[in-house]
């Protein structure tokens, strides 16, 4: 069975700051430079030898200093300049099938975020090549519950189960609503539309009753199950939202990406976490969820002060979860 910091360690891989482990990675890395010199991203050396690769005419011209590790690319002059060759360079290595993540193509923009650079974004990329830089992402998970007066922590909470054709997790347990922030896309708006889009959820309802919770933070390394390459690193920031349900409201799946949905006890959700169901970063947000309620404390788990901090580690790239 694995422990609550087991999956801390599922999800947050990526060594921290100070640590010979840390030192030992990035030395294998290069670090992604925005036009103004900030870092935005970690670039394995397979995803650097690819772009030097691609033509100066579709990418535009990089600098690189192989000793400091450091690469500079789309500098163009405005952000629609630069989104345009960061999406052509994408456009070319899905064209030559040169990694196997881009098979994963979604048709949706994530944003890079520097407020260094005018405007505080750098450009967008397509959602299924944002791991190849290592820049940091942003989405939304939700946690819908019901009262329940029979069981021991007074609620059960609505479980999805990912369709086992999904090519990330397949199969895997996931949270009642989550998603990822197109860009320009406020968070609360993509809230409303993942909820529709996902369980079916009234958008009057959750207009009126879901409530904001911050955010955690964390830096995965991406494996065979997240779909192509694995080593990729991938800093993510959710925007984290709680909903209580009444009784008559039963989520159902809208779309093809969610099988069914359960409605656990609080000891049906640790067993499936024990059993290493829930995908990932899923696991981390039911875990914060926990330490919000109390239901995981300094009194049932030894490590509750790593988990606790942990959950909002401070990553190393600049954009929004700076001030959320």
């Keep these: 069975m694995k422990s609550n910091l087991d999956l801390m360690d599922e999800c947050d891989v990526f060594p921290y700051p100070g640590t010979e482990a840390h030192t030992s990675l990035v030395s294998t890395l290069y670090t992604l430079l925005s036009p103004t010199g900030t870092p935005i991203g970690y670039m394995t050396e397979v995803v650097f030898n690819a772009l030097v690769k691609v033509p100066i005419s579709i990418k535009g011209e990089l600098e690189v200093n192989r000793s400091a590790r450091t690469i500079t690319a789309f500098t163009q002059p405005t952000e629609k300049e630069r989104s345009s060759a960061v999406a052509a360079t994408c456009d070319f290595w899905r064209a030559n099938k040169t990694f196997e993540v881009l098979a994963g193509w979604r048709d949706e923009l994530y944003p890079v975020y520097d407020e260094t650079v005018e405007g505080g974004k750098v450009y967008d990329i397509e959602r299924s090549a944002s791991c190849l830089f290592g820049v940091v992402t942003y989405g939304i998970h939700m946690t819908a519950y019901v009262r329940a007066k029979d069981e021991k922590h007074g609620i059960k909470i609505w479980v999805p189960r990912r369709a086992k054709t999904k090519s990330t997790y397949g199969g895997m347990l996931d949270n009642t609503v989550a998603g990822g922030i197109a860009s320009g896309e406020d968070p609360w708006e993509c809230l409303i539309r993942e909820s529709e889009e996902e369980a079916s959820l009234p958008e009057e309802l959750v207009r009126a009753k879901a409530e904001s919770k911050g955010t955690i933070t964390y830096v995965y390394i991406r494996e065979p199950r997240a779909g192509g390459e694995s080593g990729l690193v991938q800093p ?89």
């Design 236 to 324: 993510e920031c959710q925007y984290v939202y709680d909903l209580e349900l009444p009784e008559e409201v039963i989520p159902k799946p809208n779309d093809s990406e969610v099988e069914c949905f359960y409605l656990w006890s609080i000891e049906e959700v640790q067993a499936a976490m024990g059993r290493g169901e829930f995908k990932p970063n899923c696991a981390l947000l039911v875990l914060d969820f926990f330490v919000r309620r109390g239901i995981l404390n300094e009194g049932n788990e030894g490590n509750y002060g790593e988990i606790k901090k942990r959950l909002h580690r401070e990553l190393e790239f600049p954009g929004p979860h700076r001030g959320a």
